[in-house]
């Protein structure tokens, strides 16, 4: 049996009992995790510090968001947590996005909305959705009660390197008009058609049926908590804080944003006592 005919027949069986209810919606709670590596010049920073860092960043890359959704938007939420932990000795931490920030999409219309605090500003997202070009696999597996399937897609990244050694300021000229370099990256995802909507948390959506799990890259996101038409019917809203911007022209501000802090904040060389600053965004 192929797999299209695989997920056909249980898009028919879901579909009479989800779908054509008319107040539909549900909401899934997703744990996301995102490795990193990242080598830490031990002149500036003791065995004990680094440790006690690295443990700290670890845990700040383990967050929880809440997607609510019905046949047609969604709202993508962090859950509430505690303030980010700061390090002694001038290390100040700060990684992916504000608890404040919410990501909406209109899977109908196409579209969404993405309100985030970055670097002390808000900033309103509005654009279209782009759509994936996924490859439907004939792999399955289950997770939780729901069988799911697996999806790839391949896209293009920027190489990056990250080097924390380097004590020296940005002032290459020619560095702002080096081409990046490129790299494939393929993203799996673990959809289910028994929850038959187009929809997935943050930007990943398109398939039959709701995504359930995400690797990309460093990043995994895994649902562990599914909850179909819910007691309490949950609103779903776009947001409307923020100066309002394209997704092209808010990137453009936060990689003029990111070189001005890099050349503000490098340390110049023979300094000491520095204090050190790190961002990773996600």
Not at 23 to 32: E, I, N, S
Not at 44 to 55: F, G, S
Not at 121 to 128: A, C, H, P, R, V
Request: aromatic share 8%; charged share 30%; net charge negative.
């Amino acid at each position: 049996m192929t797999t299209l005919i695989k997920i056909t027949i249980i898009i028919l069986g879901m579909f009479t009992v989800t779908a054509n209810a008319q107040d539909f919606q549900g909401v899934a709670t997703y744990k996301t995790h995102r490795d990193f590596d990242i080598k830490i010049d031990s002149t500036k920073m003791n065995n004990a510090m680094q440790k006690q860092m690295m443990e700290m960043m670890k845990k700040q890359f383990r967050k929880t968001y809440i997607l609510t959704f019905d046949q047609s938007s969604s709202l993508y939420k962090q859950e509430a947590e505690l303030d980010k932990p700061q390090v002694g000795g001038g290390i100040q931490m700060s990684f992916g996005s504000s608890g404040s920030d919410v990501f909406y999409k209109n899977i109908k219309r196409k579209t969404y909305a993405d309100q985030k605090e970055t670097m002390g500003k808000n900033f309103l997202i509005k654009d279209s959705i782009s759509p994936i070009e996924w490859k439907l696999e004939s792999d399955t597996k289950h997770i939780g009660e729901y069988m799911c399937f697996k999806a790839t897609y391949t896209k293009q990244v920027p190489k990056v390197n990250f080097d924390l050694k380097s004590n020296s300021k940005i002032n290459d000229e020619n560095e702002e008009d080096k081409e990046l370099e490129m790299e494939e990256r393929i993203i799996t995802a673990w959809y289910t058609p028994q929850i038959p909507v187009s929809n997935g948390p943050a930007k990943y959506q398109g398939l039959p049926g709701l995504i359930l799990e995400i690797h990309d890259g460093e990043l995994t996101i895994i649902c562990n908590k599914i909850i179909i038409n819910p007691e309490d019917k949950v609103e779903i809203e776009a947001p409307t804080e923020g100066k309002e911007v394209s997704q092209s022209e808010y990137d453009d501000i936060m990689k003029k944003k990111t070189k001005e802090m890099l050349e503000r904040y490098a340390p110049s060389r023979g300094s000491k006592n520095e204090t050190i600053h790190i961002s990773i965004g996600g």
